[in-house]
């Protein structure tokens, strides 16, 4: 019971490049999320997929897509990446999006954007 | 304005000792939770400790404890026993029932540094 994981763990990009990350929950968990943190900060939403099929924008949106692939995997695309978007970036779940549900995270992905 | 205000950027404690740790909220939804989570230098966010917003007793899990204050608008964490091993950063969460998806609003966290 590997929890959630994510890949890579470290990237960096040039400004431009495109890439996903990965993310993965064995827990049959039915909702995802996708957060940064930047230094000194809390964590900020950037998307979140309720259940399988359903994907909505977070806090800080601009410039990322997600796709909820199925009910394990949930990807985060950057299309065309800024130096803005150097963060570490985690992936959570949970088994669904009441307020007493508690949210498990990945162990983060480091994104360095040159 | 400041959903979730932790005051305290760092403390330190002395190994074995007891340590608090503040998180003050805001919201006007009746139903909501409360989230501790640890972070070490690794990186990992690691859940210690939920409490929701109509439990009448303060939750508890092994060594850490939430000291909750609903009037006051306050959920402090108690770490009893301080061991090395607690040196992180810890994150005070909430989760509001109107929030569509969930969302977890963090504060900016607390470092905790454990002196031998």
């Known amino acids: 019971n590997a929890g959630v994981t994510q890949t890579p763990k470290f990237q960096v990009l040039k400004t431009g490049q495109s890439m996903t990350l990965q993310c993965a929950q064995d827990?049959?968990?039915?909702?995802m999320y996708w957060y940064r943190q930047d230094p000194g900060m809390g964590l900020r939403l950037i998307y979140y997929s309720a259940s399988e099929g359903t994907t909505d924008k977070g806090e800080v949106p601009n410039g990322y897509n997600v796709s909820r692939l199925n009910k394990r995997e949930f990807s985060l695309r950057l299309e065309s990446a800024a130096p803005s978007q150097t963060s570490v970036y985690f992936c959570?779940?949970?088994?669904?999006?009441?307020?007493?549900?508690?949210?498990?995270f990945g162990p983060g992905t480091r994104l360095l954007v040159l | 304005a400041q959903k979730i205000t932790q005051t305290q950027p760092g403390m330190f404690v002395q190994e074995k000792e007891a340590v608090t740790l503040d998180c003050t909220y805001d919201t006007s939804d009746p139903s909501y939770g409360l989230f501790w989570y640890k972070q070490p230098s690794s990186g990992e966010m690691i859940f210690l400790i939920y409490?929701?917003?109509?439990?009448?007793q303060n939750a508890t899990e092994g060594r850490y404890s939430l000291n909750f204050q609903k009037a006051r608008k306050s959920a402090n964490l108690v770490i009893s026993a301080s061991q090395l091993g607690d040196s992180a950063m810890y994150f005070c969460a909430m989760r509001e029932w109107y929030n569509q998806g969930g969302k977890l609003i963090f504060g900016q966290g607390t470092e905790l540094s454990v002196k031998p």
């Open positions: 959570a779940s949970s088994d669904g999006y009441r307020e007493q549900e508690t949210q498990y």
């Open positions: 827990m049959n968990h039915n909702s």
């Open positions: 409490q929701g917003s109509y439990d009448q």
